[in-house]
């Protein structure tokens, strides 16, 4: 059975239609990474799937069930919400504690569950710290934390580490990791193609609310574009080669190094770099915009 299927799904802010006949699925034990540039709607999608919003059409299902059943599941679901939404006011433990009760755990099992994560993730030293005082990596750290208190089946993390340090990303991706080998099924966003593809077994690529493609992140290049990218430092347009313009700057897709490079001598032309094809060029090919 799919952790997550969704079907058709569209929807609109008024008269602004943000999502369009979205369709994937994911399972169980599975990573699923949603890219796409800032308003793309990853993070409508995200509250969609989380029970915070609904859509206008469409069908979403989770662990089988549909969105009017999701109270009956909400504790197999961890969620990392974008903004931080942990209590300012009292500290860490007390934010994990009180998270605990409201998912009908008890004060004792609470306290403990808490305790052992805090110890599992490194944080015990912040247990008795203010949510203020503590540096953003840590807050989400702890948000991540608050997500497992439940033992979730799924995860679902928006942008759960945008503005992070590399160190404390990798930490996320080693947690992430680590989960599915408990068979823990993730879906998240993210504006890093690196981290997309590191992770996932399926990205999804979102642009203006349509899921333009989607598949294994090895798979996505070698099914579309070739393996080699020339740049070259003005507008040109080569006939029978794929190839997108940015900034002024042209990029050419070949398999054949040598051919594209004599067919561009006749022109006079000399790239300035030749490289691998990665994920972000297939994302410019495909939609003329960065992530
Ligand atoms: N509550 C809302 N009311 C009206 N419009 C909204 C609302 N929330 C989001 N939008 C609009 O919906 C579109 C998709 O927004 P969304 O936040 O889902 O995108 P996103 O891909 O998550 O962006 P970002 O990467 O910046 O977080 C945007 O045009 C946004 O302005």
Redesign the pocket.
């Known amino acids: 059975m799919s952790v997550i299927q969704v079907e058709s799904l569209t929807k609109y ?2 008269k ?1 239609k ?2 369009e006949g979205i369709s994937f699925s994911l399972e169980e034990g599975q990573i699923f990474s949603l890219i ?12 969609i799937i989380s029970g915070f919003s609904k859509a206008n059409s469409g069908k979403i299902k989770i662990f089988g069930r549909s969105t009017d059943e999701f109270k009956k599941i909400k504790n197999k679901i961890g969620l990392v919400p ?1 903004e931080n939404n942990l209590d300012q006011d009292i500290n860490v433990l007390e934010n994990l504690i009180v998270h605990s009760e409201l998912c009908g755990l008890n004060i004792k099992i609470a306290k403990e569950r808490s305790l052992n994560l805090l110890q599992k993730f490194g944080l015990d030293k912040y247990k008795h710290e203010d949510i203020r005082n503590l540096s953003g990596g840590t807050k989400r750290k702890i948000m991540l934390l608050r997500a497992l208190l439940t033992d979730p089946k799924l995860l679902i993390l ?2 759960p580490t945008v503005g992070l340090d590399p160190s404390i990303r990798r930490q996320f991706w080693d947690i992430i990791i680590g989960l599915k080998s408990q068979n823990v099924s993730t879906i998240f ?1 993210t ?1 890093y193609m690196e981290e997309a593809s590191f992770l996932a077994d399926t990205i999804a690529f ?1 642009n203006k ?1 349509k899921l333009i493609l989607s598949g294994n992140p090895q798979d996505l290049i070698k099914n579309i574009l070739e393996n080699f990218v020339f740049e070259i430092k003005k507008r040109i347009s080569i006939e029978s080669y794929k190839s997108y313009i940015y900034e002024d700057k042209t990029f050419i897709f070949t398999s054949n190094k040598e051919g594209l490079l004599s067919k561009l001598k006749l022109f006079g032309i000399e790239p300035c770099t030749i490289r691998e094809t990665t994920l972000d060029d297939l994302f410019l090919y495909l939609t003329g915009e960065k992530v």
């Open positions: 802010y008024k602004l943000v999502l796409g540039p800032n308003g793309s709607g990853k993070t409508t999608l995200t509250k974008q928006d942008e966003t504006h979102l609310g």
